[in-house]
């Protein structure tokens, strides 16, 4: 069937997701109050049609018009004494309010919210995408720091892929970086506030004088760069990494960076991950067709019966705990028979043999599926 009737059903009720982002919005960024209703309703409108056009045209890049767009936008809000940050977390509601209203609507479309979810984690980038250009329109530094604006604007154009190779070479030069090393793309998280300002010295970006290895800049509640040293470990909630890439192939890096920091925050990972450590639930949440097909067989079964949600929380439990029934008893407060019977129940209505690896491998990538779907 494809993404068509989910990208009509989008267009069509663009009107209600607006309501619903704009109230929202409204009622928990109090700095939208001095934005006028319709205008706000409009450009929500407008995120909206800009989301399922790029999808339909399979577009990676921004439209020159949008390009416009996006900046007049920033512009606007910049007037009406928006800040940035509360620009940033709108445009993610508005994502968010979206990509409710199309799990309400999926199963009329004949789609799961697995097919759903994937679609809008793909959605997020492209708000990574118009978030820059909405930075660059929100300008209320009268007087900018010129080196800041070159640094911001070389790791914009690297991680995003928009600069040719001889304003790389040049552009690392003047900052001090080695444009002949390897680097790493990072996105880093702070959930519980703002990224703190003292960058380099989180990120070790300057470890001797006249040498840098790494340059980063603050974007939304994040901190983006890239690096040829070494990651902190324990001084931010989450760092995101991608591979080790020379410079010119850092947006690659980047979006493998995207790609490990959705399967961290929907699976509750923190700490510095990458691939090789995420990669696994990266797959889970991508994978659609073979997690429809795993959910129909080991996920449906289960949750039909009346004590399928218990059964299956079991499971998920017992897994966790490496697959040993007392800490997973202890972690659920049951008795541990209870998780063994639990367990059997679960075998005899999947057909599955949790002592065998390759099934218990299929179960775990069923369970942690239906969890991200269900997020």
Same mark, same amino acid.
């Given at each position: ?148 604006? !070159? ?14 190779? %001889? ?71 989450? +760092? ?61 079964? +289960? !949750? ?5 949600? %218990? ?65």
């Amino acid at each position: 069937m494809g993404l068509e009737p989910l990208l009509d059903a989008l267009v069509e009720g663009k009107e209600a997701i607006s309501d619903r982002h704009v109230r929202r919005a409204r009622a928990e960024i109090p700095n939208f109050a001095g934005v006028p209703l319709d205008e706000h309703r409009r450009d929500s409108v407008g995120a909206v049609v800009l989301l399922v056009g790029m999808r339909r045209a399979g577009l990676d890049s921004l439209p020159d018009e949008a390009r416009e767009g996006l900046l007049d936008l920033g512009e606007r809000r910049a007037k009406q004494g928006v800040p940035l940050e509360d620009m940033l977390r709108s445009w993610r509601m508005g994502i968010e309010e979206a990509m409710g209203y199309a799990t309400e609507i999926a199963p009329d479309l004949g789609m799961d919210s697995g097919e759903v979810f994937s679609f809008f984690q793909q959605a997020f980038d492209v708000v990574d995408k118009t978030m820059v250009e909405i930075a660059r329109g929100h300008r209320t530094d009268p007087d900018p720091d010129p080196e800041a604006e !070159r640094r911001a604007a070389l790791v914009r154009g690297l991680l995003m892929g928009e600069l040719p190779a %001889e304003e790389i070479n040049s552009g690392c030069v003047v900052l001090g970086l080695d444009p002949l090393a390897s680097y790493a793309a990072f996105r880093a998280r702070a959930p519980r506030g703002p990224m703190r300002d003292d960058l380099q010295s989180v990120f070790d970006l300057v470890p001797e004088p006249g040498r840098r290895v790494g340059l980063a800049i603050p974007f939304e509640s994040e901190l983006i760069g890239f690096t040829s040293g070494t990651l902190p470990r324990g001084r931010i909630d989450l +760092v995101a990494v991608g591979p080790r890439v020379p410079a010119v192939d850092l947006a690659v890096s980047f979006t493998v960076a995207g790609r490990v920091l959705a399967a961290s925050e929907t699976f509750g990972l923190a700490g510095v991950q990458d691939l090789a450590g995420a990669g696994l639930h990266a797959a889970v949440i991508e994978d659609v067709e073979l997690g429809q097909a795993l959910g129909e067989a080991l996920i449906e079964p +289960v !949750r039909a019966q009346a004590a399928g949600e %218990e059964i299956l929380h079991t499971v998920a439990a017992w897994m966790a705990s490496g697959m040993r029934v007392e800490p997973a008893a202890q972690r659920l407060f049951i008795h541990a028979n209870t998780v063994r019977y639990r367990l059997r129940r679960y075998e005899e209505l999947t057909g599955t043999d949790l002592s065998v690896t390759d099934e218990a491998f299929r179960v775990w990538w069923a369970i942690h599926r239906d969890l991200a779907a269900r997020r």
